[in-house]
Every structure is written in structure tokens, then in C-alpha cells.
């Protein structure tokens, strides 16, 4: 559904069925992703790990982490101070645009 919503909102979405299909496809073009949406139950890599590996290979990749239960995040905004956010599950479509925009740094423009 997060891809599908992201979709009809106009932005270009791929998706990774686990976290190593995720990690090397960033892997593979770091520069090529603007915001990794990651989900605590993708099978893999815990959460974190991806988005430490992910950050630590893109400086302008920003993360979104959605998860159900609490995550501590302090190590994600000590690698990438401003770059990653967390989206509590169950969360509503316009939350999702909201934390996206804000990502992308474009919450002012509402896109």
C-alpha cells in the first residue's frame, strides 16, 4: 500500500521484497534514491542495519522508518543528523506524504 499511495502521489517507487534485494540495489547506485521508505518487518537485515548501511553509502539518502513498535533512532541521527525520521505503524496515507515531503525537504511547496 506505501508504494501504491507514493505512486498515485507522483513519485517514482520501487520496491524490494527483503533487505538484501533493498541493499543492493543502493548499493549498486548510491545516488540513485532520493528517500528509502524501510519497514521493520522486511525479512534480512534488521531496519537499522539497512539504513546504517544505506547512509553510510549515499550522503544525500534520507530514510523512513516505519515499524509498528518502537525504535530507538539515536544511531541512525547520530550518522545522519536530519535524514531519517520514523513513522509509527498503523499510519494513516497522509502521514506517509507528510514525512516524505518533509524528507524531501519540500513540506513548504505541499508536494
Do not use: C
Amino acid at each position: 500500500m506505501v508504494s501504491v499511495y507514493l505512486d498515485r502521489l507522483g513519485y517514482k517507487v520501487e520496491t524490494a521484497d527483503s533487505t538484501g534485494e533493498a541493499w543492493t540495489r543502493v548499493e549498486a547506485d548510491p545516488g540513485g534514491y532520493v528517500v528509502a521508505v524501510l519497514d521493520a518487518t522486511m525479512p534480512g537485515l534488521s531496519m537499522i542495519e539497512l539504513a546504517l548501511q544505506m547512509l553510510r553509502a549515499s550522503k544525500e539518502l534520507r530514510i523512513v522508518a516505519a515499524s509498528g513498535y518502537p525504535v530507538d533512532m539515536r544511531v541512525l541521527e547520530a550518522v545522519a543528523p536530519g535524514r531519517v525520521a520514523f513513522l509509527p505503524k498503523p499510519f494513516a496515507p497522509e502521514m506517509l506524504a507528510s514525512v516524505v515531503r518533509r524528507m524531501l525537504g519540500s513540506e513548504e511547496e505541499g508536494l
